[in-house]
């Protein structure tokens, strides 16, 4: 079997249980795979941490003040100034400070009329937009491991060995139909069937792909095409120079896996 799709061990990697029985066997002996989930699942759980670790400070006095001067509150009473604004109070205060007039800043305000409005703390709002940046950074920090996999096993890992070919020529019955297969061999060992097929399927059928023995007289099916081509794992321990010919066939939905003897194209496998 091939490696598992870096779609497949992303979702693994966030959880998500998405692989067949095969899938998984090959998951539990294959190293490279392992290795690309647990370094995928280091990155989601960075994202996940994300939500958790939010260590928020308080805004300072004059903050609140520009937000009271937006909202046509007025300024802060004199008990909220800090070490800053007394300081600032002290530099511009006459001698006499008992007959001086208090500076502009602390002037008492009048009365306003209640506008209906609230002051909002602004703690409660600056999550909502920390987290999106947050989210898109670990989103793109998880692509990118990803990518970095897919890319490292690409350049490392050699490519399939093709075995055999042929070209699968029309059945009477489908003239115009035309298709092509190969054998192709993993570095693993494990083989697969490529086949396409160019010809219209019927409304209500099917196609299934088989393997025939030259003289027809046994055949192996490899599963149904979906479109006009697919891959098909070559069962272990399938002998191909016992079941050299590549066949397609039109089926019907009737209940019988049997091979329905209304073959599309066919074609010997030439190593």
Request: aromatic content about 4%.
């Amino acid at each position: 079997m091939q490696h598992i799709d870096d779609e497949d061990l992303a979702l693994l990697a966030l959880g998500e249980d998405v692989l067949d029985d095969a899938a998984r066997a090959h998951l539990d002996s294959c190293p490279a795979c392992s290795a690309s989930v647990r370094e995928l699942a280091v990155v989601a759980d960075v994202a996940r941490s994300a939500e958790r670790d939010r260590d928020l400070v308080a805004p300072a006095p004059r903050v609140w003040d520009a937000v009271r001067g937006e909202l046509g509150l007025g300024l802060a009473a004199p008990a909220e100034t800090d070490a800053e604004s007394e300081a600032e109070a002290d530099a511009v205060a006459p001698a006499d400070a008992g007959t001086a007039p208090l500076p502009a800043e602390r002037e008492p305000t009048p009365d306003l009329p209640h506008t209906g409005a609230s002051v909002v703390p602004l703690a409660s709002r600056r999550p909502r937009a920390w987290l999106p940046v947050a989210a898109a950074a670990c989103l793109a920090l998880f692509l990118g491991v990803a990518g970095g996999v897919w890319w490292e096993r690409r350049e490392t890992e050699p490519p399939e060995t093709t075995l055999a070919t042929a070209d699968l020529e029309a059945l009477p019955a489908w003239t115009g139909a035309s298709g092509q297969a190969r054998v192709e061999e993993a570095p693993d060992g494990t083989r697969q069937v490529v086949v396409s097929v160019d010809a219209p399927a019927p409304e209500g059928t099917y196609r299934e792909v088989w393997l025939l023995a030259e003289d027809v007289s046994g055949l192996v099916s490899l599963g149904v095409l979906e479109g006009s081509e697919g891959r098909f794992d070559v069962p272990d321990g399938l002998d191909l120079a016992a079941f050299p010919v590549v066949d397609v066939s039109e089926e019907h939905f009737d209940g019988d896996p049997a091979h329905s003897g209304d073959s599309v194209v066919r074609g010997p496998l030439d190593a």
